[in-house]
């Protein structure tokens, strides 16, 4: 590749999403722990809940942080069910989605097929749309279908017996997670941290193939395995000139998407709406809302959203993967969070909710680990 050619790589992958506050360019690609393995960060995290779970006498403890939701949200939990729950107020801004558990073995993979368009007709959900598991975290299965062999694809190789879900896609280009927190018995909730998620592109100059571009950038490069298993057949491909190609759909980090903290962007407006999101729902105290926005001047104002995820206490305050993140203030802020889950449960519990136990939510885990590793390759 040429000098300009690498630059205008860089440079595509860096601008990404324009629907945001400016991304600026910065030698600073990752933070100091952002690529650190997980059993390695996350060790001081698990030694603060042993801590908390013997303050409050309970190791599961955070299974009620949402009572009415399965082990509190936080694994296991189904989507579906989750969502159902949602009031007036949430239900306005959702986008539309349908279900559908695929037959068994023995069932006709053409009758799967037919059920999903039947169900998707009887929705109003059109091609393309969202294909995700009921079941799962982290993006995990997540694609996008655009016609009826990528759907036919998809169900071949969905969990049989298992629940997929189909949702509307939205087109707007924002995306973000909104995590709210709300003491049992206060009169309103606030939000704890918003993380606005970038989706990078390289742009073609019709002599280098998509590895080379993802390759030539300072961040791309550095996790390109992530981006080229997903796009293992098309690696080779030389892009035209000022093509376009968006290396990921999924909005999570794990998955390559990038993240940035946006508390700086939370407003009165936007608070009140995601408080009366919440509170319509049954005992709602603690949790992430996954929203995506054409505007983020409308977003302030708590208006022009798509709803398209609700978590439960299994959510994390994902801004901390902001490149600028020192890591001791990611570590205040995990710390916080978990904090006050547990301060939020033990509440819940002093009310009368039952905690779930030990074996059963090790049960719960041990399931969507399982059916993670069988989900289609994530898009």
């Not at 040429?2 to 790589?9: D, H, I, K, L, Y």
């Not at 009826?148 to 694809?153: C, G, I, S, T």
């Not at 969905?158 to 927190?181: C, K, N, S, T, W």
């Not at 390559?256 to 700086?264: D, K, L």
Request: aromatic fraction near 12%; charged fraction near 20%; charge should be positive.
């Amino acid at each position: 590749m040429t000098g300009r050619s690498v630059a205008e790589a860089s440079l595509a992958v860096r601008s990404l999403q324009r629907v945001f506050a400016p991304f600026h360019a910065s030698d600073q690609v990752f933070s100091s722990f952002e690529l650190w393995p997980w059993y390695v960060f996350y060790v001081p995290l698990a030694v603060q809940w042993a801590a908390l779970s013997l303050r409050h006498r309970g190791l599961t403890l955070p299974t009620v942080g949402n009572p009415c939701m399965p082990a509190g949200g936080l694994c296991g939990e189904s989507k579906v069910e989750i969502l159902s729950q949602l009031g007036r107020e949430g239900r306005k801004w959702l986008a539309p989605y349908t279900s559908l558990t695929v037959a068994s073995a023995s069932g006709s993979p053409r009758s799967n097929l037919a059920q999903a368009l039947a169900a998707l007709e009887t929705a109003a959900i059109e091609f393309p749309f969202v294909a995700k598991p009921d079941i799962g975290c982290r993006g995990s299965g997540v694609r996008v279908i655009a016609t009826v062999d990528d759907l036919a694809a998809y169900l071949a190789v969905f969990p049989r017996g298992e629940r997929v879900i189909f949702q509307q896609l939205v087109a707007d280009e924002g995306e973000a997670g909104v995590f709210y927190i709300r003491r049992p018995g206060e009169a309103s909730g606030r939000i704890f941290s918003l993380t606005l998620k970038y989706f990078p592109f390289v742009v073609g100059d019709g002599r280098s193939t998509l590895e080379q571009l993802i390759q030539a950038d300072p961040r791309a490069s550095r996790i390109a395995p992530i981006y080229l298993r997903r796009h293992a057949g098309q690696r080779s491909r030389v892009l035209a000139s000022g093509e376009t190609f968006r290396l990921v759909f999924a909005g999570n980090h794990c998955r390559g998407a990038v993240f940035r903290n946006g508390i700086g962007h939370v407003t009165p407006a936007m608070t009140a709406r995601f408080d009366a999101i919440a509170q319509g729902m049954p005992e709602f105290y603690f949790g992430r809302f996954d929203v995506r926005f054409a505007s983020l001047a409308d977003f302030k104002r708590g208006e022009n959203f798509t709803l398209i995820e609700v978590n439960g206490a299994g959510s994390e305050a994902v801004h901390i993967w902001d490149r600028t993140t020192k890591l001791l203030d990611a570590y205040r802020t995990l710390f916080e969070q978990h904090r006050l889950l547990f301060e939020i449960s033990a509440e819940n519990r002093r009310r009368g909710c039952r905690p779930m136990g030990v074996f059963r939510l090790l049960r719960l885990y041990a399931r969507q680990l399982r059916l993670m590793a069988r989900y289609p390759l994530t898009g």
